[in-house]
């Protein structure tokens, strides 16, 4: 008996998972909702006062009362519909909407593809412009070291004008009064006190190589480049001192 309705059950289930018997059997429903109304809900009582019938003439007047229009919209909407729904609907609706959807899919994708080829490219050229200005800058390093040893005096205008921007540069008479006047001494006395060269400047001037420090005689001398830089100093002042005039 469980194998014959479980074979039941499943011939059933078959057939209303089909489409077509599916659709179609929704449709009948709701063109026939008012037969299932009175089946499960209307009294026999009530129909055989209001229609002088039986539940079940009624019923079956209501199904197939072919003199009345009712009965034909009836039968033949579910089957309208389901055509409609099964056939109609989808070749003109929902395949050429699917072939749309699946068309943008493609074109969003080849425009995400341009735009990533694009970036790529754009960093490729990035990196071309990058390594050539890498390039240059190294090749311009370089020339400018080999004029450098050609002739210093071109990288000692670049320490100068640097220098001349520091604190360093408003005590550096410090530095010439003690070659000049006090035969390059570290300290020297004045008419009213002693004077030192302050040791940040004495620093500065020794790892600039800007003099020779010697420690044990308490002495600085001038290097090539230290001589430059009291050039510029004095000319400097000179001008400053015009300017003031």
């Not at 289930?13 to 063109?31: H, P, Y």
């Not at 129909?47 to 539940?55: A, E, G, R």
């Not at 004077?195 to 005689?217: C, E, G, S």
Request: glycine fraction near 2%; aromatic fraction near 18%.
């Amino acid at each position: 008996m469980n194998e014959i309705w479980s074979s039941i059950t499943k011939a059933i289930d078959r057939r209303v998972s089909n489409s077509l018997i599916g659709t179609f059997a929704t449709f009948w429903l709701i063109f026939h909702w008012n037969f299932f109304v009175t089946l499960f809900f209307v009294s026999e009582e009530y129909i055989y006062i209001q229609f002088f019938q039986l539940k079940n003439e009624y019923l079956l007047s209501l199904l197939y009362n072919y003199k009345n229009w009712h009965f034909w919209v009836d039968t033949c909407g579910p089957v309208l519909l389901t055509w409609l729904l099964i056939w109609i609907f989808p070749k003109y609706l929902l395949i050429p909407a699917l072939k749309k959807e699946e068309e943008y899919w493609v074109n969003k994708k080849k425009i995400r593809l341009e735009s990533e080829a694009q970036i790529e490219e754009a960093k490729k050229i990035a990196t071309k412009e990058e390594t050539q200005s890498i390039k240059e800058t190294v090749k311009k390093t370089q020339e400018l070291d080999r004029l450098k040893k050609i002739n210093p005096t071109i990288g000692w205008f670049e320490d100068y004008k640097y220098f001349s921007e520091t604190s360093f540069s408003t005590i550096f008479k410090y530095i010439v009064e003690s070659i000049y006047q006090h035969n390059g001494d570290i300290k020297w006395f004045d008419q009213y006190e002693q004077i030192i060269i302050p040791q940040d400047l004495l620093a500065y001037a020794h790892t600039n190589d800007l003099v020779v420090l010697d420690k044990k005689a308490g002495k600085i001398e001038l290097t090539d480049k230290g001589k430059f830089f009291v050039k510029e100093y004095t000319a400097n002042m000179d001008r400053v001192r015009r300017l003031i005039k």
